[in-house]
């Protein structure tokens, strides 16, 4: 059996930039500048150029970012935030953890993303019920693809909503040439090492254009600090970046636009050999995804067995997500939007993602592709 395929491989990207990154290291090493130190403030305006937004926190983690603006809104108990439920936990747990309710609404059978009508339904079932008042939209981007921010935008206003985009998986996603900042009030991410734009620890990111909200978020993130340092001026968190990490981001985001015409190329070339046998996502024209995940749907009961057979054959797949969070012991006894989530239990049941990163070769690619051919006649 020839050698086995990483599902995702960071030691090549790793190597470009080990280097740079280590001079890095060194200075901070040699400064001691461990919190707050200046690659902290290098990389938050390196960030505002990327994102074209004018204000960057950086933060400890991606959780921590979607965090920040929902306390510094005030968001609580009695208040309902609308969320997808085929996400990673983070996205409504930070909505429980302030005590507030999150509703989860269904998502769209080709993008995988919340689906504007089913979150119009929602906003109404709350506003009929009349318990709880209407904040906030989280939108993700699954697997790297932007949701669909100008709907979202349209009905945020039409309810005035505020519209957080979770861009842990799709920060740099555009839409005709657009990030999600052209739409959201608050864009957040992660720089979990598996991200698209990851660290090598745990690190995170929230923008927005709202200098007001930017000043809270700075003052949540150190402890609710004021302008004397002895005097707190609301309850906060320790929220910070050290600097370690900051380090690392800002040399990963020097490579990170080729990196994602790199992913383009590869969903690109899986998508034009596999659409005939599997349902991947479906990344609509004028779109640049960053691709986290490269995610096809396999139905009929087959999941496993495709798997299986991929696996012998020397080929990772995994599960995002096997249980939605609607599902979860946790988050079962939140409302979901017309009381079921058909698009979404569908999902969690036929979705098996493939191999992907930026420096996977054509003959791995190559590979990976036959697997998937060669497993699907396997198991008939
Ligand atoms: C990873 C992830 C987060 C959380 O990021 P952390 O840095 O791990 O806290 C939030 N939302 C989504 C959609 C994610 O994929």
Same mark, same amino acid.
């Given at each position: 059996?020839?050698?086995?395929?990483? *599902?995702?491989?960071?030691?090549?990207?790793?190597?470009?930039? /080990?280097?740079?990154?280590?001079?890095?290291?060194? &200075?901070?090493?040699?400064?001691?500048? *461990?919190?707050?130190?200046?690659?902290?403030?290098?990389?938050?305006?390196?960030?505002?150029?990327?994102?074209?937004?004018? $204000?960057?926190?950086?933060?400890?983690?991606?959780?921590?970012?979607?965090?920040?603006?929902?306390?510094?809104?005030?968001?609580? #108990?009695?208040?309902?935030?609308?969320?997808?439920?085929?996400?990673?936990?983070?996205?409504?747990?930070?909505?429980?953890?302030?005590?507030?309710?999150?509703?989860?609404?269904?998502?769209?059978?080709?993008? *995988?993303?919340?689906?504007?009508?089913?979150? &119009?339904?929602?906003?109404?079932?709350?506003?009929?019920?009349?318990?709880?008042?209407?904040?906030?939209?989280?939108?993700?981007?699954?697997?790297?693809?932007?949701?669909?921010?100008?709907?979202?935008?349209?009905?945020?206003?039409?309810?005035?909503?505020?519209?957080? #985009?979770?861009?842990?998986?799709?920060?740099?996603?555009?839409?005709? =040439?657009?990030? %999600?900042?052209?739409?959201?009030?608050?864009?957040?991410?992660?720089?979990?090492?598996?991200?698209?734009?990851?660290?090598?620890?745990? =690190?995170?990111?929230?923008?927005?254009?709202?200098?007001?909200?930017?000043?809270?978020? &700075?003052?949540?993130?150190?402890?609710?600090?004021?302008?004397?340092?002895?005097?707190?001026?609301?309850?906060?968190?320790?929220? &910070?970046?050290?600097?370690?990490?900051? %380090?690392?981001?800002?040399?990963?985001?020097?490579? *990170?636009?080729?990196?994602?015409?790199?992913?383009?190329?590869?969903? /690109?070339?899986?998508?034009?050999?596999?659409?005939?046998?599997?349902?991947?996502?479906?990344?609509?024209?004028?779109?640049?995804?960053?691709?986290?995940?490269?995610?096809?749907?396999?139905?009929? =009961?087959?999941?496993?067995?495709?798997?299986?057979?991929?696996? $012998?054959?020397?080929?990772?797949?995994?599960?995002?997500?096997?249980?939605?969070?609607?599902?979860?012991?946790?988050?079962?006894?939140?409302?979901?939007?017309? =009381?079921?989530?058909?698009?979404?239990?569908?999902?969690?049941?036929?979705?098996? #993602?493939?191999?992907?990163?930026?420096?996977?070769? $054509?003959?791995?690619?190559?590979?990976?592709?036959d697997a998937v051919h060669a497993s699907l006649k396997s198991?008939?």
């Amino acid at each position: 059996m020839s050698q086995p395929i990483a *599902f995702i491989d960071l030691a090549q990207q790793r190597d470009r930039v /080990r280097d740079k990154i280590e001079a890095r290291f060194k &200075r901070i090493l040699d400064t001691g500048a *461990f919190i707050m130190g200046p690659d902290v403030a290098e990389l938050e305006a390196a960030l505002s150029a990327f994102g074209g937004m004018s $204000e960057t926190l950086s933060c400890a983690s991606g959780t921590d970012a979607l965090l920040l603006p929902l306390a510094a809104w005030g968001i609580r #108990s009695g208040d309902a935030v609308f969320v997808p439920s085929f996400t990673f936990a983070a996205t409504a747990e930070v909505v429980a953890m302030l005590g507030a309710t999150p509703i989860f609404v269904d998502c769209l059978p080709h993008s *995988f993303n919340i689906d504007p009508d089913n979150l &119009r339904l929602a906003i109404d079932e709350v506003k009929q019920a009349g318990r709880l008042r209407p904040r906030c939209i989280i939108a993700v981007d699954l697997f790297g693809q932007a949701a669909d921010y100008p709907s979202l935008r349209t009905v945020a206003d039409e309810h005035g909503l505020k519209l957080i #985009s979770d861009a842990a998986q799709g920060y740099g996603a555009t839409i005709d =040439g657009r990030m %999600a900042g052209a739409w959201a009030d608050v864009v957040a991410t992660s720089f979990y090492p598996a991200k698209p734009l990851g660290c090598y620890g745990d =690190g995170g990111a929230v923008q927005t254009n709202d200098a007001e909200l930017a000043a809270v978020m &700075r003052s949540l993130r150190v402890h609710g600090s004021g302008t004397d340092r002895y005097d707190n001026v609301r309850i906060g968190m320790n929220a &910070r970046m050290d600097t370690l990490q900051a %380090a690392v981001v800002i040399e990963k985001l020097g490579i *990170f636009p080729e990196e994602i015409e790199s992913r383009m190329r590869i969903a /690109r070339r899986y998508s034009d050999a596999l659409s005939q046998v599997v349902t991947p996502q479906v990344l609509p024209n004028g779109m640049v995804s960053t691709w986290a995940q490269y995610t096809v749907r396999v139905s009929d =009961g087959r999941r496993d067995a495709f798997m299986a057979a991929m696996k $012998e054959r020397g080929v990772p797949t995994v599960i995002y997500y096997a249980k939605p969070l609607h599902q979860q012991t946790a988050y079962r006894d939140f409302p979901a939007a017309g =009381g079921r989530l058909a698009v979404t239990d569908e999902l969690s049941g036929d979705v098996v #993602s493939l191999p992907m990163h930026a420096y996977l070769d $054509e003959a791995t690619q190559d590979r990976i592709i036959d697997a998937v051919h060669a497993s699907l006649k396997s198991i008939g």
